[in-house]
């Protein structure tokens, strides 16, 4: 196995279950934009895949700059997640039908027959992550001893790591 293999199957691991991510954009002035979106449930290989309008701010954002940033928690397991990638917006019934869930109607009520619909491939490059002890003892004792120690908490309160997904 690969190093890029592995760090892929750890990005998997990491949010399989978490079902929405911050994802922001570059706005034409620049600015970054974040919003809440609903990820499509699906064997991670890569990519990310989400439903959005075609007609939409979002799509426009990734239409004219491509680079995107998507923050997942998981506070059950008291997970964080930041990944970079390179998004596309992409009009494919196939794929779109092979994605679709009817709970989607919320958002495009005329399902996949809404003129609307279409989807949004993030390619992920690479991700930062933190995890921490489940146990809020275990965070306890560790945040107890780096105050007594005077020494950083580290990871006797979590651990961060960087992956390489392409």
């Known amino acids: 196995m690969t190093k890029t293999t592995d760090d ?6 990491l949010i399989k279950e978490t079902k929405f991510a911050m994802l922001t954009t570059i706005a034409e002035s620049g600015e970054l934009h974040s919003r809440p979106m609903t990820l499509v449930e699906h064997e991670f290989e ?7 309008g075609k007609n939409s701010d979002l ?9 995107v940033n998507l923050a997942f928690a998981n506070i059950k397991d008291n997970s964080y ?7 596309g917006i992409l009009k494919d019934s196939a794929k779109e039908k092979e994605l679709w869930n009817p709970l989607y109607k919320a958002w495009f009520p005329e399902g996949l027959e809404d ?3 279409c989807l949004l491939k993030v390619d992920v490059r690479s991700a930062d992550y933190w995890e921490s002890p489940a146990a ?3 965070k306890l ?8 120690t005077g020494k950083p908490a580290g990871s006797s309160v979590g651990q961060h790591g960087h992956i390489t997904i392409s």
């Open 115 to 117: 003129p609307n619909l």
């Open 46 to 52: 890569g990519q990310l895949w989400f439903f959005t």
């Open 136 to 138: 809020t003892i275990v």
């Open 59 to 67: 799509a426009k954002q990734i239409q004219a700059h491509s680079n």
């Open 8 to 13: 892929s199957e750890r990005f998997a691991k």
């Open 141 to 148: 004792v560790g945040f107890a001893k780096a105050v007594v």
């Open 81 to 87: 997640v930041s990944a970079c990638g390179d998004a």
